[in-house]
């Protein structure tokens, strides 16, 4: 089940045409990590909204109802605040209209085919993806460490959110009966897909930045996602997880890592929120 209530929190991060290109560190495959997940976002976060539709106005009201509402306000804010992300990173260069209607155009043809069974197991297995990323981006401070404060408070955000709702669609696909076969099926074929276009948006970003040729930069990008806290290496594990018969999104029990922002954002405006998520005061 999961843990108290979903709310939607649509902010605004105020990040400028002029914030630093390589604005995480001054790093640009840390940057683009963040950019490439961003590309994907906002036709994603459709995605998973059309996969809970169907079930929206079947759920029983109670619990599981109001988190599912709760899942759909926090993904449209997320998708709305990443379309705005990408429309500055096309104002520094990057070609995020072409990427973005590839994406949504790839992921409306693959909600077509799928059952609404099989469309559902998609979000859940790319929910389980958000979680480790966001569990990762919070628990470890290297990766918005010095990071221009805006895009921090959005990462941030969003990996809260993510945590927060993690669980939502695992407890909606139970609900339904859904097995652990299509579970499993619907992590291979994400995982090749998400995979696929993050790689695709990476090259996108790095070809623009004229580094696709530049031998030292791949070495480095090998250490910061395969070194021994790498970015991808750290996600390796908890990934793993996922293939478990009995796996619940929280058995990885991370609720410490948000419960005080979660105290917080009860109690404060949309414009405190944003000053304390760029400074991330409250994360254990
Ligand atoms: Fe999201
Ligand atoms: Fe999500």
Redesign the pocket.
Known sequence: MSKGDIVARPLRFGIKKDSPKHWNDNCPIKTHIFNAIAIL?PA??RL?ISSVLPYKHKIPPGALRDQVLGFIG??SA??SEFMRYNLILKSQGYDTKRLEKSNLKNFKWVAKKLSAKMHLSLTLAAEHL?AIISDLVLRDRQWLQNAALPHCALWRW?AI??IEHKAVVFDLYESIQGGYFVRILGMWFITGMLGGLLVRNFFHLIYKDKLLFKISFWIRCVVVCWGKAGFVRKLILPYLQYYLPRFHPWDQDNYGLIAQWKLFFASSSFEDMVQKLERDILTN
């Open positions: 976002a994603f976060e998973a926090q993904e997320h998708g958000t969003h959110e993510e």
